[in-house]
């Protein structure tokens, strides 16, 4: 199994609670998955991702064995279980070449230490006195254009551009559909002595092509990026923490309100702990705050009692933030890959309240469940889809109309039509589907920045988010044919649906919460 190292991940479950995720067996899909994960639960907090394959249960290994059997051993662990898993692209590898997944010679990593995920990334470049140091070409017979000639040494090989690879944006414009020359003259009209790329590397764009995922700024990796966001743990002094906020609209930031430091008192907490005056407020407890006014941000900050932990940059790291177009909030992903609070992953304290940032962040990152009754004048909103770009988005929603009322806005992007997934599905498929659902109709929708977070850890978007119900593609036999392929069911399972096994149907697939 050389070149294949499974992690070792330890959950213990507090009683009456579950371990967080759901354990799947799907049609055509190998291994035993893990799904759904629920956010913060010990799974997530673990490092599990989803998609990952369960390999060996307390130290057997049951990638051969049946679902039920899998459950049962889990369930059987009592409140504590060690898992061996693998990440999913590892997996599918290892079975497409053969390997031997149950070989005891492996090596495994430690909770945490999982095969980096394959993002596009940010690149910053400072032209000198020699250019900047690449070429681009386009490659006939092949979309895109890519990166070569790159000088070793030079600018773009400092700033973390190869040869080959493909570019996505720049300075935050998409520019996948432009011609050669039509890029070449964007960047010799920039103007400027710096440039700010979205690239992606070969492996990475085979895997989000194979995903149908669109290549987003918000997904990338910032780590070759010069400059960093600061993250600053603050001890609340006799006086404070010894900093005011002010509150500023600006126009480059897409008219959202930035909120700085000003007026920091010397020697105090915030002084010491290296925040500068005029730093731009981006987040706190790993929360984004631009969308925030004064008010809500101090009491952000109030609620954590004697402790504070912000994401703050500066200036020069900001202008650099903005000319990509992207929030400094990619920048956590780098300090934390495990999804839950980046408190935890960087061994932070916990604050006084520490359930506040996390279950803040639970109902942040959800999705929308809008239900709607047909009017004479329709549902009220359009769904537009993008030529060669996979999803759907809302558009055009009618004021005080049907989906107005019922909380869908522009620019929603739609994950499920009554109940089917649609994020595959081309434009004329959701269309007839919405169509023939008749006078009622269910969109489980998310927020464009709820959906690109959620994808970027790898959290498959489904109502188990929602906390209220729950939905798991089973098939039963005494459950009618209509409503088999989703069954809405509470989010403890009955011990009825706790026995379920796939059946023989090539439709079907088994899902147990754990």
Do not use: W
Request: glycine share 8%; charged share 25%.
């Amino acid at each position: 199994m050389a070149g294949y190292k499974p992690k070792v991940i330890s959950l213990t479950k507090r009683p009456g609670h579950s371990f967080g995720f759901y354990l799947r067996v799907e049609y055509a899909v190998a291994g035993h998955l893990v799904r759904c994960l629920e956010m913060g639960g010990p799974a997530e907090l673990a490092g599990m991702k989803d998609g990952d394959r369960i390999l060996r249960v307390n130290g057997t290994f049951v990638d051969g064995l049946s679902h039920s059997d899998v459950v049962d051993m889990i369930r059987n662990s009592g409140a504590s279980v060690t898992f061996h898993i693998l990440d999913e692209a590892s997996y599918e590898q290892a079975k497409a070449t053969g390997v031997n997944l149950s070989d005891p010679q492996s090596t495994p990593v430690a909770n945490g230490g999982a095969k980096p995920a394959l993002k596009p990334k940010l690149c910053y470049l400072v032209k000198s006195s020699s250019g900047y140091g690449f070429s681009i070409r386009s490659v006939k017979g092949e979309q895109g254009l890519f990166m070569t000639e790159v000088t070793r040494g030079g600018v773009a090989d400092r700033a973390g551009v190869s040869v080959h690879d493909r570019l996505v944006e720049f300075n935050g414009e998409n520019v996948e559909g432009s011609t050669h020359d039509q890029v070449v003259d964007k960047i010799k009209l920039a103007g400027g002595s710096s440039i700010m790329f979205l690239l992606v590397d070969e492996e990475t764009d085979r895997y989000f092509q194979n995903k149908h995922m669109k290549i987003r700024a918000s997904l990338a990796t910032a780590k070759y990026l010069p400059r960093k966001p600061r993250i600053i743990q603050l001890t609340k002094g006799p006086d404070g923490y010894g900093f005011l906020l002010k509150e500023e609209k600006k126009h480059q930031t897409g008219n959202a309100i930035c909120h700085f430091i000003k007026d920091l008192d010397r020697g105090s907490p915030a002084d010491k702990a290296g925040v500068k005056e005029m730093d731009r407020l981006v987040a706190v407890y790993g929360k984004e705050v631009d969308r925030c006014s004064h008010e809500q941000v101090v009491d952000k900050i109030m609620q954590s009692g004697n402790k504070c932990c912000l994401l703050v940059v500066d200036k020069d790291t900001d202008q650099m933030y903005q000319q990509g177009q992207v929030s400094p909030i990619v920048f956590l992903e780098e300090v934390s890959s495990s999804p839950p609070s980046y408190r935890e992953a960087l061994n932070l304290p916990a604050p006084v309240k520490q359930s506040t940032p996390v279950q803040s962040r639970k109902e942040e990152l959800k999705p929308k469940l809008c239900k709607m009754e047909k009017a004479s004048t329709g549902y009220g909103f359009h769904l537009n889809g993008i030529q060669g770009v996979s999803g759907n988005h809302i558009k055009e929603v009618v004021k005080g109309g049907v989906a107005d009322r019922a909380d869908l806005e522009d620019d929603d992007i739609v994950v499920e039509v009554n109940g089917v997934n649609v994020e595959r599905s081309s434009h004329d498929e959701v269309v007839e589907m919405i169509r023939s659902s008749g006078n009622s109709l269910e969109l489980l929708v998310a927020n464009e920045s709820v959906y690109d977070q959620l994808q970027a850890k790898g959290v498959t978007i489904t109502r188990l988010l929602l906390g209220e119900t729950s939905y798991a593609q089973v098939h039963t036999a005494d459950t009618p044919e209509e409503e088999r392929h989703e069954k809405a069911r509470p989010e403890t399972p009955t011990e009825a649906a706790r026995e379920r096994t796939p059946s023989s149907s090539s439709e079907e697939s088994a899902d147990e919460r754990l």
